[in-house]
């Protein structure tokens, strides 16, 4: 069993920050890729970026210079930095993880996601 668990989304007004992280836990051998998608009410879930293990981020042009994405790989942990938002930022965030799970093998995880609210 793998869970997938994001935290830290909310309401921020235009041009503020938010945090957000993603933990992922159970029968985990290795996590390889862990990254970031959101999705607005009536638009299709789309990248924001990514990291693999041991390689650099790669970001979305739309978040390019706004957003970072860090990892923690012995807390099995992702981060989602925001800063300058947009209202066009509002969304679902969801995390997903590729890990191996030994007898499960090799999948991808999703978390249930994190909404971020950017409104004055």
């Known amino acids: 069993q793998v869970q997938v668990v994001e935290s830290g989304g909310g309401l921020v007004q235009p041009g503020g920050s938010l945090r957000l992280s993603c933990t992922v836990s159970?029968?985990?051998?290795?996590?390889?890729?862990m990254g970031w998608h959101r999705q607005a009410p009536g638009k299709e879930r789309e990248l924001v970026g990514g990291?693999?293990?041991?390689?650099?981020?790669n970001y979305a042009d739309s978040v390019k210079g706004r957003f970072t994405i860090s990892r923690d790989n012995a807390k099995n942990t992702v981060y989602l930095q925001m800063n300058s938002l947009k209202p066009e930022d509002a969304g679902v965030y969801y995390c997903?993880?590729?890990?191996?799970?030994?007898?499960?093998?090799?999948?991808?995880?999703w978390g249930q996601g994190t909404q971020v609210t950017v409104s004055s």
């Open positions: 997903n993880a590729e890990v191996f799970a030994g007898a499960m093998g090799r999948g991808t995880y």
């Open positions: 159970g029968n985990i051998f290795s996590i390889y890729a």
């Open positions: 990291t693999t293990k041991g390689g650099g981020p």
